[in-house]
């Protein structure tokens, strides 16, 4: 049985998504192996995404793949950088692409920590009220800043908190102290991506799902004609209807009829 190399990040989200993605492969009659790989992303905290740029999370795979070394990368989607370049992977089945805001119960709303312009926007027109202050880390290292007492509310990916079995059938935190309150499109648009795993090689095609994948190109394309990626105040989401765009706090949409929506909602907030 052949068997197919899967690179990843280290953190738990990265693994239980690299585990989905063995999973689909092992479906498909195939062994798999995951290979934790540390990116210079997570060897520098300190800088900020826009500074680290987006492929700090993501070039060292490509370069692994060409060696030889691993088989396939899996990655969330939405780090991978903009341009038209990237945009050859495969996609495993889409998970929930929306933001929520996860807040400390029985506290005043005074800190909310999310280091994305899109979601800050998001946050300060729920709570006008709020600070909104800068946060680095995976979802373990933001959590436990949340519960330490450093924010009052942090805005997440549903996805990652689902992945990692943070939220319940129910839409319930697993930590009684904290609550869930997800956004619509309509409040934050997702960033390009969101919620999608994708599958950096061409073994990836075994396990591709394509109605993902057309979601993953439409967004990618917005996200370009938008003029920036993931790191800035960019939001393009498509759910099979209806295509969302988000840029500098402005919000539009407009029922998807093919690649000239694309064109036309990005002139909308041009």
Excluded: W
């Amino acid at each position: 049985m052949k068997k197919i190399r899967i690179g990843t990040r280290g953190s738990a989200l990265a693994l239980a998504q690299a585990r989905l993605a063995a999973a689909a492969f092992e479906r498909a009659g195939y062994a798999a192996e995951i290979v934790p790989v540390r990116t210079r992303g997570d060897a520098d905290m300190r800088a900020s995404l826009a500074e680290l740029g987006r492929g700090a999370f993501t070039d060292v795979f490509s370069e692994m793949i060409g060696r030889g070394e691993i088989d396939v990368a899996v990655h969330s989607a939405k780090d991978l950088p903009a341009g038209e370049e990237k945009d050859g992977f495969f996609c495993l089945p889409r998970g929930n692409a929306r933001d929520v805001f996860v807040y400390l119960k029985n506290e005043e709303i005074r800190r909310v920590g999310t280091g994305s312009p899109r979601r800050a926007a998001a946050a300060k027109a729920l709570c006008p009220q709020a600070q909104i202050l800068p946060v680095r880390g995976n979802v373990d290292t933001r959590l436990k800043k949340l519960f330490a007492g450093e924010f009052d509310a942090l805005v997440l990916a549903a996805a990652g908190l689902e992945r990692l079995g943070l939220i319940d059938a129910r839409g319930a935190f697993c930590d009684p102290r904290a609550g869930v309150r997800p956004f619509l499109p309509e409040e934050c648009v997702p960033a390009a991506c969101q919620g999608i795993i994708a599958v950096e090689g061409g073994a990836g095609a075994l396990i591709d799902d394509r109605e993902t994948g057309l979601a993953a190109r439409t967004e990618r394309k917005l996200q370009r004609a938008l003029g920036g990626d993931c790191s800035g105040g960019l939001g393009a989401y498509f759910d099979g209807r209806m295509l969302y765009a988000q840029k500098e706090g402005k919000i539009c949409s407009l029922p998807y009829a093919g690649e000239e929506s694309v064109a036309a909602l990005a002139g909308k907030l041009s």
